[in-house]
């Protein structure tokens, strides 16, 4: 009987800890989603670079437009956006827009040099695109450092930030976007760039390598209002 009990009471120990790890991250997820929340539109100016082994693409100035709950719009000189599709305009406002997920504790690891407290959010709409978010969070100024996302439909994704003018809106002031270029689904309008003398076994490994965009953001206009025709037009 003696021993029942300590079998008993071990277990439910393991069961609180588990549930209070799981209440903590919870509240911290909520605590980013709050900061996040204070922000109802922006537009930005900003400068991308893309790093793509088989699209060849100069530094464009481009702005970006996002406003609640999900419209997010980058406009690029040209009028070209060579992202991936589904790409950045699954930003840091979108990732937790809902309470709709269940978060998990995953330990600690460091991002350029910062502390984070590592949680993984798993959507508990089935039919949801995103199957994991992984975020690399600060717990002393709730930003999200990293996040590493699996969706059905585009592959795996990495978004890493970081941050200085616009931090208290949880703004960055840089983003950078890693991809599998073989994973995504390219916009309309965008071709393949190889070299005549390209092999179709180069353009596969090509193809296979890791793609990475950058955006440097100069300004925000934060708050002041984007009508819904900019999320309209083509």
């Given at each position: 009987m003696e021993y029942s009990l300590k079998i008993f009471f071990a277990l439910f120990l393991v069961h609180c800890s588990v549930f209070t790890y799981a209440q903590d991250v919870t509240d911290?997820?909520?605590?980013?989603?709050?900061?996040?929340?204070?922000?109802?539109?922006?537009?930005?100016?900003?400068?991308?670079?893309?790093?793509?082994?088989?699209?060849?693409a100069p530094l464009s100035k481009v702005v970006v437009y996002y406003k609640k709950p999900n419209h997010f719009r980058l406009v690029k000189n040209g009028g070209i956006s060579v992202l991936p599709k589904g790409g950045l305009s699954i930003n840091m406002n979108t990732v937790i827009s809902t309470n709709n997920f269940t978060a998990l504790d995953?330990?600690?690891?460091?991002?350029?040099?910062?502390?984070?407290?590592?949680?993984?959010?798993?959507?508990?709409?089935?039919?949801?695109?995103?199957?994991?978010?992984?975020?690399?969070?600060?717990?002393?100024?709730?930003?999200?450092?990293k996040a590493v996302t699996t969706t059905r439909e585009n592959g795996t994704y990495e978004l890493t930030m970081s941050y200085k003018k616009y931090?208290?809106?949880?703004?960055?002031?840089?983003?950078?976007?890693?991809?599998?270029?073989?994973?995504?689904?390219?916009?309309?309008?965008?071709?393949?760039?190889?070299?005549?003398?390209?092999?179709?076994?180069?353009m596969?490994?090509?193809?296979?390598?890791?793609?990475?965009?950058?955006?440097?953001?100069?300004?925000?206009?934060?708050?002041?209002g984007v009508d819904d025709a900019v999320f309209n037009k083509n």
């Open positions: 911290l997820v909520n605590k980013v989603k709050a900061k996040l929340d204070k922000v109802n539109d922006y537009s930005a100016i900003g400068v991308l670079k893309t790093d793509v082994a088989f699209i060849k995953a330990g600690y690891d460091t991002i350029d040099r910062v502390r984070t407290k590592v949680v993984k959010l798993l959507p508990n709409d089935e039919n949801s695109d995103v199957v994991l978010s992984t975020l690399y969070i600060d717990e002393i100024n709730l930003l999200i450092r931090m208290d809106y949880a703004l960055p002031d840089k983003v950078i976007f890693g991809f599998n270029a073989k994973d995504y689904k390219l916009p309309k309008g965008i071709t393949l760039d190889f070299d005549e003398n390209t092999s179709p076994d180069e596969n490994k090509l193809k296979n390598k890791k793609g990475k965009v950058e955006i440097d953001y100069s300004s925000y206009n934060i708050n002041r």
